[in-house]
């Protein structure tokens, strides 16, 4: 045999022997139990927060609908506990710029283009972060120009 071959063996003989020490048995000492499924909610923009102690808010914005979503986490699992949607909520047009959580408040800020006086109004809207809840929007500034 040549060089090559001997070491094409000595090769196939290692990878073997890593291949046969890979299949580790797992443990049975455990259940895999699956949550109740929930429906997904789709949307342009997803953007997550932690609200407490195992829980999760989610605010899903497509187009001017906003969806609300809170989520709470044990050991079972996941659970869907608070669903709001707020169809044709923003104004036509609405842009979403940020989403802001402070300590104990969730700020919802958008942009809008008013077209009669060509600028653009920024708002936001706090969300009440037990209730699942949005407060009736506060303009923050205008700008001119695009």
Request: glycine share 4%.
């Amino acid at each position: 045999m040549n060089y090559l071959n001997k070491c094409l063996w000595v090769f196939l003989l290692l990878l073997s022997s890593v291949y046969s020490e890979a299949q580790v048995q797992l443990s049975t000492d455990f259940d895999v139990k699956l949550g109740e499924p929930y429906k997904v909610v789709d949307a342009r923009s997803k953007r997550y927060f932690s609200v407490g102690n195992n829980k999760t808010l989610s605010v899903k914005t497509d187009r001017e609908t906003v969806y609300i979503q809170m989520y709470s986490y044990t050991k079972a699992g996941a659970k869907e506990t608070l669903k709001t949607e707020y169809k044709k909520e923003l104004q036509k047009g609405s842009q979403l710029i940020d989403i802001i959580q402070t300590k104990d408040k969730l700020h919802y800020i958008y942009e809008v283009y008013n077209r009669k006086n060509k600028n653009f109004e920024v708002y936001s809207r706090e969300i009440n972060q037990n209730k699942g809840t949005f407060a009736s929007p506060k303009k923050i500034f205008t700008s001119k120009g695009k």
